[in-house]
């Protein structure tokens, strides 16, 4: 079946093996984000036995699917307030920053008879979501009168909005906020979330400050890479997720439009380098379907040309392999990429 996303389920497990390992030296718990993969059960299983012992999702919808699954649960996207009766019942955690939608949560928690957890999330400057510094100590007061509610830790999100990269100086910040709450309330914080996989880079410096015990992570586990700065993490697989599609033309076309250039499908001028004639094939995909920028072909020699909703061009005319109509092209995978093919009702999805 093409187009298709192949799961290699032993490589995400070797994955999150070798990273969980990592963050235990330091006493740090693992979270397994499950939202690029839309929290396909098998996947997330490959997690579990790979040594995950929380799971977090941005969507309730994708922690519904995992409620056959007995390990907490994190709700990472701040919850919507009309959602509160949901949160409550599908997620055992959520990170918050907004006391209305925590207040609203704690009525839903008394109807349910539950108490629930929060992170409350502080903004150290990436400018997403979090209290800013000068508002936290009154939030949390405000937080410690709800009791439904259970202030189980802070955390924070870094390198997604403004691609602040995690240091030991912001993360440090966070460390010293939850001493300043634990003083001030005397109270103590179970979890100090110190960020995506961005944070990686730190425990491999030997910069994570100490008191971070936890981070919620997603690409480096399926991907094999942590986002501060790109690096693939050692002894890790980089290709859990392939991307196969199948040519439905070969032809040898000109590498110029022949007429007045005007707008392409999505609205744009595009141009165009005279390379004489070429040998182009036609993959039966679109931008509906995947972000063609964020895919590599495994065979270096093909080159991406473009694509419109349905249609994906390449040309093959510098590769050894004689192509044929109904051959499939393989395709290594980038994050954005794997988010749309995994969420595309088109794509079929092929576990291994
Ligand atoms: C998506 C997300 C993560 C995981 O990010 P990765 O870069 O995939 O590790 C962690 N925390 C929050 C709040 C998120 O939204």
């Keep these: 079946m093409c187009p298709r996303v192949e799961v290699n389920l032993s490589k995400i497990r070797h994955?999150?093996?070798?990273?969980?390992k990592l963050?235990?030296?330091?006493n740090i718990?693992?979270?397994?984000?499950?939202?690029?993969?839309?929290?396909?059960?098998?996947?997330?299983?490959?997690?579990?036995?790979?040594g995950i012992e929380m799971l977090a999702d941005s969507r309730i919808e994708n922690l519904k699917k995992l409620d056959n699954f007995k390990i907490p649960k994190i709700l990472l996207r701040l919850p919507m307030k009309s959602q509160a009766m949901e949160v409550i019942k599908y997620a055992d955690i959520s990170l918050n920053s907004e006391l209305a939608t925590i207040e609203e949560l704690s009525r839903a928690a008394r109807k349910e008879k539950k108490i629930h957890n929060i992170i409350l999330m502080i903004d150290l400057g990436d400018l997403r979501e979090g209290v800013w510094k000068d508002k936290i100590l009154d939030t949390v007061k405000e937080i410690l009168k709800l009791d439904q509610i259970k202030l189980i830790g802070?955390?924070?999100?870094?390198?997604c909005y403004g691609g602040v990269i995690p240091d030991n100086k912001n993360l440090g910040m966070l460390v010293e906020i939850s001493n300043q709450i634990e003083k001030e309330f005397n109270i103590s914080l179970e979890i100090i979330s110190g960020g995506n996989s961005s944070s990686l880079?730190?425990?491999?410096?030997g910069e994570m400050p100490k008191k971070i015990n936890h981070l919620r992570l997603g690409e480096a586990i399926v991907l094999g890479r942590e986002t501060a700065y790109g690096h693939i993490i050692k002894n890790t697989f980089k290709d859990a997720f392939t991307f196969v599609a199948e040519i439905?033309?070969?032809?040898?076309?000109?590498?110029?439009?022949?007429?007045?250039?005007?707008?392409?499908?999505f609205g744009n001028k595009p141009t165009f380098t005279d390379n004489g004639i070429r040998k182009r094939a036609i993959l039966a995909v679109g931008r509906q379907d995947v972000l063609v920028d964020n895919i590599?072909?495994?065979?270096?020699?093909?080159?991406?040309?473009?694509?419109?909703?349905?249609?994906?061009?390449?040309?093959?005319?510098?590769?050894?392999?004689?192509?044929?109509?109904?051959?499939?092209?393989?395709?290594?995978?980038?994050?954005?990429?794997?988010?749309?093919?995994?969420?595309?009702?088109?794509?079929?999805?092929?576990?291994?």
């Design 15 to 20: 994955n999150t093996r070798v990273i969980t």
């Design 23 to 26: 963050c235990s030296k330091l």
């Design 29 to 50: 718990q693992v979270a397994g984000v499950t939202k690029v993969f839309c929290a396909m059960p098998e996947i997330v299983q490959a997690m579990i036995d790979g």
């Design 154 to 159: 802070i955390g924070t999100n870094l390198t």
């Design 201 to 205: 880079y730190l425990i491999e410096k």
């Design 248 to 265: 439905i033309e070969l032809k040898e076309k000109p590498s110029v439009p022949i007429g007045e250039i005007g707008l392409d499908a």
């Design 296 to 352: 590599t072909p495994f065979n270096r020699k093909i080159k991406i040309l473009g694509a419109s909703s349905d249609h994906l061009i390449i040309d093959v005319t510098d590769c050894e392999e004689e192509y044929a109509i109904g051959d499939e092209i393989r395709f290594q995978v980038e994050y954005g990429a794997l988010l749309q093919l995994m969420t595309s009702g088109y794509v079929y999805k092929e576990i291994q």
